[in-house]
């Protein structure tokens, strides 16, 4: 709805009643700016605003929103996590507008169903992890958490130095932002320390072994002995090999091959975790509230105990395990024939790398014996006949677009792309193929168990898409949203340059995949079924799975457990997930710009990998991190922002910035805690000369 005028015919504002502060309300909530530009004169609005309080008209809520009292149905609560939000009462809260965080009680009110933050009656006794900033004369905190992104002041002067990770307990607010007292020093040390301490502290990543955890870890044994296992299928002769990272320490999966008549013969042993991590065990229960391991540059928060995870569960070469084996039958084009699944004692002949298996591959040689030769003859074959089968169905494949960071005494020294080769596509066909004989097996025995569920894309994201692919130069249809005909545009890209931005913007218009109970297909693998089972040492949900199969194989009656228990565990592994990769994803951010921090003034080649009304993003070329140029800082002239064509364009000058342009920028500020890198354009000054890197030196 147009906004009124609040000029006379003169063209001078006048004076703002009740009623017209009403009408405004009526339309949309305000904020005091707002308010005050539409109508002025500040005294006399402040006036006319108290009064409409005074009179119970309007509120004004925490967030600093005036809106009319009877607007929505008054809730009191305590503030908790709903999926990936805030929310009170099981409501969503209302976006951008309130400073609380989960455990804070608060009054709200419920407004076109979402709940709007009234006031806080009490704040959550847990800390904000944030980084201490000793600037002008009110010192604060700068959050790190997922819940609350603003800073705290701090009313007491803190026991620390600039850049310290400190723990804050919010006592109230203060000239609207929090206020609180600082408690402790959370971390201090080195970069990479430093960074992994406070976002794990911050993220409230479980990394200490309780004490009864502990306990049942060290009675375990310590050793396996096949013999005693007469159970078990004897797999120790089979020429298995795991193949992992250089620097991988878990080993969970092992794979053989071997030729039978126009196919082969696939097996995929997993470690059997199942058999020593027992269902409501403290062991289980700690594994449940991690739900996956979260790896970091210098270390690995793992979901079980390293003597479970680097040692008992751990198929290393030359050492007896316990196994749950998927075996299957390949035809030629690369379909599963037929498949079995049964508890194994094997003993790994080899530990491999992507890097060996690549090389060999490609023709190099390879010091192995010659079953485990024979072996990987056999799993080229598969290799191959999965990569026909997967693009006769349409599964999505990037390419790999991001930096390895290489530590030195806690600091990155060198930042390397990482490549994605055959060998790592071959172990991940072969997984795939084995969790979805997974799916199929427990559908097949009617048991209940986590799927791992991948949604198509909403028409919003998918619009997003075709102009995505239409800036490349290729014509997609977002009537036309299947596997098939994205993988079909992406191969229209080609190998661009800059392929990795339309890779990105397909990753974006992307649900987020998580677990489930019940099967909705996985859309990007074009699958009609898939769980997770090749990973119980680091993934819950893998566990689960593997528990549900050992059921089906003993052919005892009933389901691991009730529906309720396993939507629960969905939820909790899925948000285990996403915080790990937010931990993940900040700790990288904060050690890249760390390593820049020194470089502040210098120029950077780099290319633009988004486009805002408010400025551009640019990917600094081989540091795979994006900084902001605002948009005040792209010269004297008014930009338009485009979203058809993704871009900026000048006013006077014409001058347009585009998605996937190459750019030069300069490093104007480094705020490396927040992850944050703040650029301008080469050759200009910019509006933001001020100094934004400062840190102590470890």
């Not at 002025?40 to 006036?47: F, I, S, T, V, Y």
């Not at 310290?164 to 020093?185: K, N, Y």
């Not at 097996?267 to 059997?272: C, E, G």
């Not at 001020?690 to 470890?698: A, G, I, Q």
């Amino acid at each position: 709805m147009p906004r009124r005028n609040p000029s006379g015919r003169d063209g001078r504002r006048r004076v703002a009643t009740g009623s017209d502060v009403l009408d405004a309300l009526r339309e949309e909530t305000h904020d005091w700016r707002a308010l005050k530009a539409r109508f002025g004169n500040p005294p006399q609005l402040r006036k006319v605003l108290r009064g409409l309080e005074r009179n119970g008209d309007v509120v004004r809520d925490h967030g600093g929103w005036y809106h009319l009292r009877d607007s929505g149905e008054e809730i009191e609560g305590v503030v908790e996590r709903i999926g990936g939000e805030l929310g009170v009462g099981g409501i969503a809260l209302e976006r951008g507008r309130s400073r609380v965080r989960c455990g804070d009680t608060v009054v709200a009110r419920v407004v076109e169903g979402r709940a709007r933050i009234v006031k806080v009656t009490a704040y959550s006794p847990e800390p904000v992890i944030g980084i201490l900033r000793m600037r002008g004369r009110t010192p604060y905190v700068e959050a790190l958490g997922p819940d609350y992104k603003g800073r705290v002041a701090l009313v007491d002067p803190p026991q620390g130095s600039d850049g310290d990770t400190v723990a804050v307990r919010v006592l109230g607010e203060e000239r609207r932002t929090l206020a609180g007292v600082m408690q402790s020093v959370v971390a201090h040390e080195s970069a990479a320390g430093q960074a992994a301490e406070s976002l794990l502290v911050a993220y409230q990543v479980p990394a200490e072994w309780p004490q009864d955890v502990t306990g049942e870890s060290d009675a375990l044994p310590k050793h396996v002995y096949g013999d005693r296992f007469h159970r078990r299928e004897d797999l120790r002769e089979r020429a298995l090999v795991t193949i992992d990272g250089e620097t991988a320490r878990d080993f969970d999966d092992a794979v053989h091959a071997a030729a039978v008549g126009k196919g082969w013969r696939l097996t995929v042993a997993i470690a059997d975790v199942g058999h020593y991590v027992k269902p409501g065990s403290a062991l289980d229960r700690e594994a449940w509230r991690r739900g996956t391991s979260v790896y970091l540059p210098d270390r690995v928060v793992p979901m079980l105990p390293e003597s479970l995870s680097n040692h008992l569960c751990s198929l290393r070469p030359q050492e007896e395990r316990l196994a749950l084996a998927c075996e299957m039958m390949v035809d030629g084009s690369g379909r599963v024939t037929g498949f079995r699944f049964f508890e194994a004692v094997i003993r790994s002949w080899q530990r491999l790398t992507y890097n060996q298996l690549a090389a060999y591959i490609d023709g190099g040689a390879l010091e192995v014996e010659d079953e485990v030769r024979a072996s990987l003859d056999a799993l080229i074959g598969v290799f191959r006949g999965f990569g026909r089968s997967r693009v006769e169905r349409g599964g999505l494949d990037f390419s790999s677009h991001e930096g390895a960071l290489q530590l030195r005494a806690g600091r990155v020294v060198a930042i390397t792309p990482v490549k994605r080769n055959d060998a790592h596509r071959l172990i991940e066909e072969a997984m795939i193929a084995a969790n979805v004989c997974a799916a199929r097996y427990l559908e097949d025995h009617h048991r209940l168990a986590l799927y791992r569920v991948h949604e198509r894309p909403s028409a919003e994201k998918a619009s997003a898409l075709q102009q995505a692919f239409a800036l490349a130069g290729v014509a997609w249809r977002a009537d036309d949203v299947t596997p098939q005909s994205i993988a079909a545009a992406l191969a229209s890209v080609g190998a661009a340059r800059n392929r990795w931005i339309v890779e990105m913007a397909v990753l974006r218009c992307m649900t987020q995949a998580d677990y489930r109970p019940d099967n909705e297909g996985h859309f990007g693998l074009a699958l009609e079924r898939y769980m997770h089972f090749t990973s119980p040492i680091r993934r819950y949900p893998d566990l689960v799975v593997h528990r549900a199969i050992k059921r089906a194989l003993a052919d005892k009656r009933g389901d691991i457990a009730p529906l309720e228990w396993l939507t629960a565990c969905g939820m909790q592994t899925s948000m285990a997930e996403r915080r790990a990769e937010e931990v993940s994803r900040g700790v990288d951010a904060w050690l890249k710009c760390d390593y820049l921090a020194d470089r502040v003034g210098e120029h950077f080649a780099g290319v633009i990998a988004g486009v805002t009304e408010f400025g551009l993003f640019v990917e600094l070329t081989g540091f795979f991190i994006q900084g902001l140029v605002h948009i005040s800082a792209l010269g004297n002239d008014y930009y338009h922002y485009r979203p058809a064509a993704q871009a900026l364009v000048g006013d006077a000058s014409g001058r347009s910035f585009r998605l996937g342009d190459s750019i030069e920028v300069r490093l104007a500020g480094v705020e490396p805690e927040l992850g944050k890198l703040d650029l301008d354009l080469s050759g200009s000054t910019g509006r933001r000369g001020r100094r934004r890197n400062k840190r102590r030196r470890s």
